[in-house]
T-cell receptor, first 110, second 117 residues
Framework: DAMVIQNPRYQVTQFGKPVTLSCSQT?????MYWYQQKSSQAPKLLFH???????NEADTPDNFQSRRPNTSFCFLDIRSPGLGDAAMYLC?????????FGPGTRLLVL | AQKITQTQPGMFVQEKEAVTLDCTYDTSDPSYGLFWYKQPSSGEMIFLIY??????QNATEGRYSLNFQKARKSANLVISASQLGDSAMYFC??????????????FGKGTLLTVNP
Protein backbone atom coordinates (compact mmCIF):
# COMPACT_ATOMS: atom_id res chain seq x y z
CA ASP A 1 0.00 0.00 0.00
CA ALA A 2 1.22 3.46 -0.88
CA MET A 3 2.51 5.35 2.16
CA VAL A 4 3.28 8.72 0.58
CA ILE A 5 0.84 9.70 -2.12
CA GLN A 6 1.19 12.56 -4.54
CA ASN A 7 -1.51 13.90 -6.80
CA PRO A 8 -1.57 14.43 -9.63
CA ARG A 9 1.31 12.41 -11.08
CA TYR A 10 1.46 14.73 -14.06
CA GLN A 11 0.38 18.36 -14.10
CA VAL A 12 0.31 20.72 -17.04
CA THR A 13 -0.18 24.42 -16.37
CA GLN A 14 0.14 27.64 -18.26
CA PHE A 15 2.77 30.27 -17.73
CA GLY A 16 1.64 32.45 -14.81
CA LYS A 17 -1.38 30.30 -13.86
CA PRO A 18 -1.34 29.24 -10.18
CA VAL A 19 -1.03 25.54 -9.54
CA THR A 20 -1.27 23.36 -6.43
CA LEU A 21 0.37 20.01 -5.91
CA SER A 22 -0.74 17.75 -3.10
CA CYS A 23 0.89 15.17 -0.89
CA SER A 24 -0.64 12.87 1.68
CA GLN A 25 0.83 10.25 3.96
CA THR A 26 -0.41 7.28 5.95
CA UNK A 27 2.74 6.99 8.06
CA UNK A 28 1.76 9.63 10.63
CA UNK A 29 5.22 11.15 10.36
CA UNK A 30 5.68 14.55 11.91
CA UNK A 31 8.08 15.93 9.28
CA MET A 32 7.14 16.56 5.65
CA TYR A 33 9.42 17.88 2.92
CA TRP A 34 9.05 19.30 -0.57
CA TYR A 35 11.85 18.90 -3.11
CA GLN A 36 12.26 20.20 -6.63
CA GLN A 37 14.19 18.01 -9.05
CA LYS A 38 15.08 19.26 -12.50
CA SER A 39 16.15 16.98 -15.29
CA SER A 40 19.43 15.14 -14.63
CA GLN A 41 19.92 16.91 -11.30
CA ALA A 42 19.74 15.95 -7.66
CA PRO A 43 16.65 16.88 -5.65
CA LYS A 44 16.75 20.33 -4.10
CA LEU A 45 14.96 20.98 -0.81
CA LEU A 46 12.41 23.80 -1.00
CA PHE A 47 11.01 23.69 2.54
CA HIS A 48 9.87 21.35 5.26
CA UNK A 49 7.37 21.17 8.10
CA UNK A 50 8.12 19.85 11.54
CA UNK A 51 4.55 19.36 12.70
CA UNK A 52 3.06 22.78 11.92
CA UNK A 53 6.38 24.59 12.14
CA UNK A 54 7.28 25.78 8.63
CA UNK A 55 10.95 25.95 7.61
CA ASN A 56 11.83 27.66 4.35
CA GLU A 57 15.18 27.19 2.62
CA ALA A 58 17.03 30.46 2.11
CA ASP A 59 17.14 30.16 -1.68
CA THR A 60 13.55 29.04 -2.24
CA PRO A 61 11.82 31.62 -4.45
CA ASP A 62 8.88 33.54 -3.00
CA ASN A 63 6.80 32.11 -5.84
CA PHE A 64 6.68 28.83 -3.90
CA GLN A 65 4.42 28.50 -0.87
CA SER A 66 3.27 25.58 1.21
CA ARG A 67 0.40 24.64 3.49
CA ARG A 68 0.02 21.80 5.95
CA PRO A 69 -3.56 21.76 7.28
CA ASN A 70 -3.04 18.54 9.26
CA THR A 71 -0.50 15.77 9.85
CA SER A 72 -1.54 13.80 6.79
CA PHE A 73 -1.62 16.46 4.09
CA CYS A 74 0.80 18.99 2.67
CA PHE A 75 0.38 21.23 -0.36
CA LEU A 76 2.81 23.03 -2.63
CA ASP A 77 1.47 26.20 -4.23
CA ILE A 78 3.25 27.83 -7.13
CA ARG A 79 1.72 31.27 -7.45
CA SER A 80 2.95 32.25 -10.92
CA PRO A 81 4.74 29.36 -12.61
CA GLY A 82 7.51 30.22 -15.02
CA LEU A 83 9.08 27.99 -17.65
CA GLY A 84 11.97 27.41 -15.26
CA ASP A 85 9.65 25.82 -12.73
CA ALA A 86 9.05 22.79 -14.92
CA ALA A 87 10.42 19.92 -12.88
CA MET A 88 9.61 16.86 -10.82
CA TYR A 89 8.29 17.79 -7.39
CA LEU A 90 8.91 15.22 -4.70
CA CYS A 91 7.24 15.02 -1.33
CA UNK A 92 8.87 13.10 1.51
CA UNK A 93 8.11 12.31 5.13
CA UNK A 94 10.22 11.26 8.07
CA UNK A 95 9.96 10.40 11.74
CA UNK A 96 13.66 9.90 12.44
CA UNK A 97 16.57 9.86 10.01
CA UNK A 98 15.10 8.14 6.99
CA UNK A 99 12.97 10.06 4.52
CA UNK A 100 10.33 8.21 2.52
CA PHE A 101 9.38 9.71 -0.80
CA GLY A 102 6.22 9.74 -2.82
CA PRO A 103 6.14 8.99 -6.56
CA GLY A 104 6.47 12.65 -7.48
CA THR A 105 4.50 15.05 -9.65
CA ARG A 106 5.94 16.06 -13.02
CA LEU A 107 5.04 19.67 -13.74
CA LEU A 108 5.02 21.00 -17.26
CA VAL A 109 4.64 24.73 -17.85
CA LEU A 110 3.42 25.83 -21.26
CA ALA B 1 28.17 22.75 5.25
CA GLN B 2 27.85 19.25 3.88
CA LYS B 3 28.97 17.95 0.51
CA ILE B 4 28.42 14.66 -1.28
CA THR B 5 30.54 13.64 -4.26
CA GLN B 6 29.64 10.88 -6.67
CA THR B 7 32.37 10.70 -9.29
CA GLN B 8 30.76 8.11 -11.56
CA PRO B 9 28.13 9.70 -13.82
CA GLY B 10 27.39 6.27 -15.33
CA MET B 11 28.21 2.65 -14.62
CA PHE B 12 27.61 -0.56 -16.53
CA VAL B 13 27.41 -4.05 -15.04
CA GLN B 14 26.51 -7.47 -16.36
CA GLU B 15 23.48 -9.16 -14.93
CA LYS B 16 24.30 -11.34 -11.88
CA GLU B 17 27.59 -9.55 -11.22
CA ALA B 18 28.34 -7.24 -8.29
CA VAL B 19 28.86 -3.51 -8.69
CA THR B 20 30.19 -0.77 -6.42
CA LEU B 21 28.92 2.80 -6.64
CA ASP B 22 31.26 5.35 -5.12
CA CYS B 23 30.35 8.10 -2.68
CA THR B 24 32.56 10.43 -0.68
CA TYR B 25 31.37 13.08 1.69
CA ASP B 26 32.53 16.06 3.66
CA THR B 27 30.99 17.41 6.82
CA SER B 28 31.89 19.20 10.02
CA ASP B 29 29.05 17.58 11.95
CA PRO B 30 30.27 15.06 14.54
CA SER B 31 27.21 12.87 14.05
CA TYR B 32 25.51 12.20 10.74
CA GLY B 33 23.65 9.68 8.67
CA LEU B 34 24.42 8.37 5.20
CA PHE B 35 21.79 7.12 2.78
CA TRP B 36 21.43 5.58 -0.63
CA TYR B 37 18.34 6.07 -2.75
CA LYS B 38 17.35 4.50 -6.07
CA GLN B 39 15.41 6.48 -8.63
CA PRO B 40 14.03 4.51 -11.60
CA SER B 41 12.88 6.30 -14.73
CA SER B 42 9.39 6.55 -13.18
CA GLY B 43 10.81 9.19 -10.82
CA GLU B 44 10.08 7.77 -7.38
CA MET B 45 12.94 7.95 -4.88
CA ILE B 46 13.25 4.57 -3.19
CA PHE B 47 15.13 4.29 0.10
CA LEU B 48 17.72 1.51 -0.01
CA ILE B 49 20.03 1.65 2.99
CA TYR B 50 21.15 3.77 5.93
CA UNK B 51 24.42 4.03 7.87
CA UNK B 52 24.89 6.04 11.03
CA UNK B 53 28.28 7.63 11.55
CA UNK B 54 28.73 5.88 14.89
CA UNK B 55 27.50 2.48 13.76
CA UNK B 56 30.22 -0.09 14.28
CA GLN B 57 29.16 -2.41 11.51
CA ASN B 58 28.50 -1.74 7.86
CA ALA B 59 24.82 -1.69 6.99
CA THR B 60 23.30 -4.44 4.85
CA GLU B 61 19.83 -4.76 3.34
CA GLY B 62 19.33 -7.83 1.20
CA ARG B 63 21.51 -7.44 -1.90
CA TYR B 64 22.63 -3.98 -0.82
CA SER B 65 25.53 -3.27 1.49
CA LEU B 66 27.19 -0.03 2.43
CA ASN B 67 30.98 -0.04 2.61
CA PHE B 68 31.52 2.67 5.21
CA GLN B 69 35.07 3.91 5.72
CA LYS B 70 34.86 6.80 8.14
CA ALA B 71 38.51 7.82 8.01
CA ARG B 72 38.32 8.07 4.24
CA LYS B 73 34.88 9.71 4.38
CA SER B 74 33.49 7.23 1.92
CA ALA B 75 30.18 5.37 1.85
CA ASN B 76 30.15 3.18 -1.22
CA LEU B 77 27.10 1.13 -2.17
CA VAL B 78 27.66 -2.48 -3.18
CA ILE B 79 24.93 -4.26 -5.11
CA SER B 80 25.43 -7.99 -5.33
CA ALA B 81 23.97 -10.23 -8.03
CA SER B 82 22.73 -7.37 -10.20
CA GLN B 83 19.31 -7.67 -11.79
CA LEU B 84 17.87 -5.93 -14.84
CA GLY B 85 15.49 -4.09 -12.51
CA ASP B 86 18.46 -2.49 -10.78
CA SER B 87 18.95 -0.18 -13.78
CA ALA B 88 18.26 3.26 -12.36
CA MET B 89 19.82 6.45 -11.02
CA TYR B 90 21.40 6.03 -7.58
CA PHE B 91 21.83 8.94 -5.19
CA CYS B 92 24.06 9.08 -2.15
CA UNK B 93 22.87 11.48 0.53
CA UNK B 94 23.68 12.57 4.05
CA UNK B 95 22.06 14.45 6.89
CA UNK B 96 23.36 15.77 10.19
CA UNK B 97 21.94 14.24 13.32
CA UNK B 98 22.42 17.36 15.38
CA UNK B 99 19.26 18.95 14.02
CA UNK B 100 16.98 16.67 15.98
CA UNK B 101 14.07 15.45 13.94
CA UNK B 102 14.62 17.84 11.03
CA UNK B 103 17.05 15.68 9.09
CA UNK B 104 17.68 17.71 5.94
CA UNK B 105 19.27 15.66 3.19
CA UNK B 106 22.17 16.76 1.02
CA PHE B 107 22.32 14.72 -2.21
CA GLY B 108 25.13 13.86 -4.58
CA LYS B 109 24.64 14.27 -8.33
CA GLY B 110 23.86 10.60 -8.79
CA THR B 111 25.19 7.64 -10.74
CA LEU B 112 23.21 6.10 -13.59
CA LEU B 113 23.54 2.32 -13.39
CA THR B 114 22.77 0.17 -16.41
CA VAL B 115 22.53 -3.59 -16.00
CA ASN B 116 23.17 -5.49 -19.21
CA PRO B 117 21.62 -8.92 -19.86
Amino acid sequence: DAMVIQNPRYQVTQFGKPVTLSCSQTLNHNVMYWYQQKSSQAPKLLFHYYDKDFNNEADTPDNFQSRRPNTSFCFLDIRSPGLGDAAMYLCATSYLETQYFGPGTRLLVL
Amino acid sequence: AQKITQTQPGMFVQEKEAVTLDCTYDTSDPSYGLFWYKQPSSGEMIFLIYQGSYDQQNATEGRYSLNFQKARKSANLVISASQLGDSAMYFCAMSPKSQGSNYKLTFGKGTLLTVNP
